[in-house]
């Protein structure tokens, strides 16, 4: 599937997403636990995001089962054959065909104790043009519908309504939703003033089958130790593999390292309160937060004037020359 994915063009994001950053998003909605009662996918393509916790906790040990929802048919059938060939029994799986936002399939499934999730980016959604909307108890508490050309974050408030008080949910998502205004902006103010954000990671650009765009990945949690949001960038912790980015079991350890230590790190990662993320206009971009190191180099002056003393001499010695081959040609042709 992944070999598909990458000849498939953009296509191919549509249902698949890197093993490396599925094995990411699992293990950080697990950190702590050996096993959890069952893992939803709002979104969930052909269903390698779920896939992962039977490769990070083991089938046994995802207790309830598998959850997923997804609006293509054709991809709809993919996922459910893709848990077939991992050996997840039929009865340990609950996939449905269906768009998620206005007719979701797991209301009597709900909450979740680990959700994972890389929602399509910036797609038009009903929005406020269906009045029904703005009363869904998912989205009701923000005050604010996402706009209708953009629902990022209408998923994230659903996956926020639909998850368990001692669970985890990781989101890759678009980077705009960090910092755009408007309605974005008092959903996210709603996020951070009650506290559900627990993480901010950017991810490299370019690791990502049909777009080259640096994403980024949202930890949410309803129950945290304290009222701060860690910010880890994560943008250079990469290496070039053909044509795209890849995260190797290096770059996942630092990062899940530095999720788990919950401290600050020069350059990398950094606690900061929400009291501080309001007064920035709850902008939550990591780049706001987190210092890139400085790679310039010092530049020495006084060699660099010795320098430009000697360049300058230089020229003016061969300006004396060209001169005097000048003057030889003048008098040789006269």
């Known amino acids: 599937m992944q070999m598909y994915a990458s000849t498939a063009g953009k296509s191919g994001g549509e249902f698949y997403t890197p093993q490396e950053v599925s094995e990411l998003l699992a293990r950080i909605t697990v950190v702590g636990k050996s096993e959890v009662n069952k893992v939803y996918d709002p979104a969930c393509g052909s269903g390698s995001l779920l896939l992962n916790f039977v490769k990070v906790l083991g089938h046994d040990k995802v207790r309830q089962g598998f959850y997923g929802q997804e609006v ?21 799986f609950n996939i ?11 209301w009597d499934d709900e909450p979740f104790e680990a959700i994972v999730s890389n929602p399509p980016y910036s797609i038009k959604w009903d929005g406020d043009a269906n009045p029904l909307l703005i009363n869904d108890p998912r989205f009701a508490p923000a005050g604010v519908l996402a706009p209708k050309s953009k629902a ?4 994230t408030m659903h996956i926020l309504s639909w998850l368990a008080v001692n669970g985890t949910a990781a989101i890759v998502e678009f980077p705009g939703v960090l910092y755009r205004g408007g309605a974005e902006q008092k959903i996210r103010q709603y996020l951070v003033d009650n506290n559900y954000v627990d993480a901010v990671i950017q991810l490299p650009p370019d690791l990502f089958f049909g777009t080259t765009i640096a994403t980024c990945i949202i930890v949410l949690k309803k129950s945290k130790f304290d009222n701060a949001t860690l910010f880890i960038d994560a943008s250079s912790e990469f290496l070039r593999s053909g044509n795209k980015n890849k995260l190797l079991s290096e770059h996942r350890k630092k990062v899940l390292d530095a999720y788990t230590g919950r401290k600050n ?3 990398f990662a950094r606690l900061v309160e929400n009291g501080d993320i309001a007064k920035n206009g709850y902008n939550i971009a990591v780049s706001s937060y987190v210092e890139q190191a400085d790679t310039s180099e010092a530049t020495d002056i006084k060699a660099l004037n010795t320098e430009i003393a000697r360049i300058v001499a230089r020229q003016s010695e061969l300006r004396k020359q060209i001169d005097a081959i000048v003057a030889d040609l003048e008098e040789t042709q006269a």
């Open 152 to 155: 990022d974050l209408a998923f």
């Open 265 to 267: 790190i020069a350059h």
């Open 96 to 106: 449905a065909h269906g768009d998620t936002l206005t007719d979701p399939a797991h």
């Open 72 to 92: 293509n048919l054709t991809t709809y059938n993919l996922c459910r054959i893709n848990m077939f060939l991992h050996d997840v029994n039929y009865e340990k």
